[in-house]
């Protein structure tokens, strides 16, 4: 067994290297039975190192939310940003596309009621905003306010993350429709060959991170409140839609580990909000 794991490993790092990541993983950083994996340790040196090299998680950076007039003048005036419950958009493959280009099995098997167990095991626990970056190019700018802020607002946030428990990372996309993420792939053929699967720790977690090649110009980066990680944290609610959510404040610290300040308010609408705003125009 101890050659079969030190071959692993071996491939494991070489694999690595192939993709650019310098740092090593030894023995004692994986567990071998019929799976591979790094999940039954404290410290998941083989996702760690995977995660920053794909999803660089990002300390301060400043980012753009489209939103609709309404949201926007609810948000500006109760000073609170709503996180929803990735369930609300399980219907543009959020989670599936992710689980069935990896050939995560188990989370596409039915529960006794008919639904695939992703949608209770992980979906509950996930809450995120979504962001775009402050660089678009004027074509994906306009598709964005066509998408989400037709006669709406763009806000512009400093989005700060003040505990490691947070998860604010630009999303990883499709590169061919179907094909699994290149890193993850090679890994899962190498350790075939050892008649083992690869199962990677906090795999529940990246897969809020990528979406299909369909959403690719919208230049996203995510927020995460993951309640896995926050247990005695955030109480959820449900808007009119029946949609979760948890709040987060907006200009002041809070538990979360997210520091959320407004810093810019676009739109030609005519908003309903404190006179101590400056809105500025939209010039595209």
Same mark, same amino acid.
């Given at each position: 067994?101890?050659?079969?794991?030190?071959?692993?490993?071996?491939?494991?790092?070489?694999?690595?290297?192939?993709?650019?990541?310098?740092?090593?993983?030894?023995?004692?950083?994986?567990?071998?039975?019929?799976?591979?994996?790094?999940?039954?340790?404290?410290?998941?040196?083989?996702?760690?190192?995977?995660?920053?090299?794909?999803?660089?998680?990002?300390?301060?950076?400043?980012?753009?939310?489209?939103?609709?007039?309404?949201?926007?003048?609810?948000?500006?005036?109760?000073?609170?940003?709503?996180?929803?419950?990735?369930?609300?958009?399980?219907?543009?493959?959020?989670?599936?596309?992710?689980?069935?280009?990896?050939?995560?099995?188990?989370?596409?098997?039915?529960?006794?009621?008919?639904?695939?167990?992703?949608?209770?095991?992980?979906?509950?626990?996930?809450?995120?905003?979504? #962001?775009? *970056?402050?660089?678009?190019?004027?074509?994906? $700018? =306009? /598709?964005?306010?066509?998408?989400?802020? !037709?006669?709406?607002? +763009?806000?512009?946030?400093?989005?700060?993350?003040?505990?490691?428990?947070?998860?604010?990372?630009?999303?990883?996309?499709?590169?061919?429709?179907?094909?699994?993420?290149?890193?993850?792939?090679?890994?899962?053929?190498?350790?075939?060959?050892?008649?083992?699967?690869?199962?990677?720790?906090?795999?529940?977690?990246?897969?809020?991170?990528?979406?299909?090649?369909?959403?690719?110009?919208?230049?996203?980066?995510?927020?995460?409140?993951?309640?896995?990680?926050?247990?005695?944290?955030?109480?959820?609610?449900?808007?009119?839609?029946?949609?979760?959510?948890?709040?987060?404040?907006?200009?002041?610290?809070?538990?979360?580990?997210? #520091?959320? *300040?407004?810093?810019?308010?676009?739109?030609? $609408? =005519? /908003?309903?909000?404190?006179?101590?705003? !400056?809105?500025?125009? +939209?010039?595209?």
């Amino acid at each position: 067994m101890f050659n079969c794991k030190k071959n692993i490993v071996d491939d494991i790092n070489s694999v690595l290297q192939a993709n650019g990541i310098s740092e090593k993983i030894d023995i004692n950083d994986i567990s071998v039975s019929n799976v591979v994996t790094d999940g039954y340790y404290a410290v998941h040196c083989l996702s760690d190192l995977i995660m920053s090299n794909l999803w660089p998680s990002i300390k301060s950076e400043e980012v753009y939310h489209f939103t609709s007039k309404v949201a926007a003048e609810s948000m500006i005036n109760s000073q609170i940003f709503r996180f929803y419950n990735i369930m609300k958009r399980i219907d543009d493959g959020e989670i599936y596309t992710f689980c069935e280009n990896h050939s995560l099995s188990g989370y596409l098997e039915k529960d006794d009621n008919g639904e695939m167990l992703y949608k209770s095991l992980i979906a509950p626990k996930i809450f995120y905003s979504s #962001f775009s *970056e402050t660089t678009l190019t004027q074509v994906q $700018e =306009k /598709l964005l306010w066509d998408k989400f802020a !037709k006669k709406g607002v +763009r806000l512009k946030f400093r989005i700060t993350t003040r505990k490691n428990k947070t998860d604010f990372r630009k999303m990883v996309y499709e590169y061919k429709e179907g094909e699994p993420i290149k890193i993850l792939k090679e890994l899962s053929r190498a350790i075939k060959k050892y008649k083992r699967n690869f199962i990677l720790a906090r795999i529940s977690t990246l897969c809020a991170f990528f979406l299909s090649k369909h959403f690719d110009m919208e230049c996203e980066c995510r927020a995460v409140y993951n309640k896995w990680h926050h247990d005695r944290g955030l109480c959820s609610n449900i808007d009119k839609d029946g949609h979760k959510f948890v709040e987060i404040p907006i200009n002041r610290e809070n538990d979360t580990g997210y #520091f959320i *300040e407004l810093q810019e308010i676009c739109s030609d $609408e =005519k /908003l309903e909000i404190s006179d101590k705003y !400056k809105v500025l125009k +939209r010039t595209n």
